[in-house]
């Protein structure tokens, strides 16, 4: 299984950015991906998650903020992310449901 987050970046507070998690080595469609978050000194969280189906859940934090979808063509999660806030600064993973490595993930930078 391999996992490749990408996006991430430096943005104001207010700013947006897209994550993309491009994935392979197992059957993408059939799972549910989530997206986590590891801001500095702070344990990892949970952030959204997306089934096969495209049923989606979300952190309370980032609830009309953020937005999971997923394109199974592509084999490819993303997270649109509006109103960034300083609180938002992490660096963010994709993970399916059933794998407990996490890739190296994308940093995630608002500045206020």
């Known amino acids: 299984v391999q996992l490749v987050e990408s996006g991430g970046g430096l943005v104001q507070v207010g700013g947006s950015l897209r994550l993309s998690c491009v994935t392979s080595g197992f059957a993408f469609s059939a799972y549910a991906i989530g997206w986590y978050r590891q801001a500095p000194g702070k344990e990892r969280e949970f952030v959204a998650t997306i089934t096969g189906g495209g049923i989606t859940n979300y952190a309370d934090s980032v609830k009309g903020r953020f937005t999971i979808s997923r394109d199974n063509a592509k084999n490819t999660v993303y997270l649109q992310m509006n109103s960034l806030k300083p609180e938002d600064t992490a660096v963010y993973y994709c993970?399916?449901?059933?794998?407990?490595?996490w890739g190296k993930g994308t940093l995630v930078t608002v500045s206020s």
């Open positions: 993970r399916p449901a059933f794998l407990s490595d």
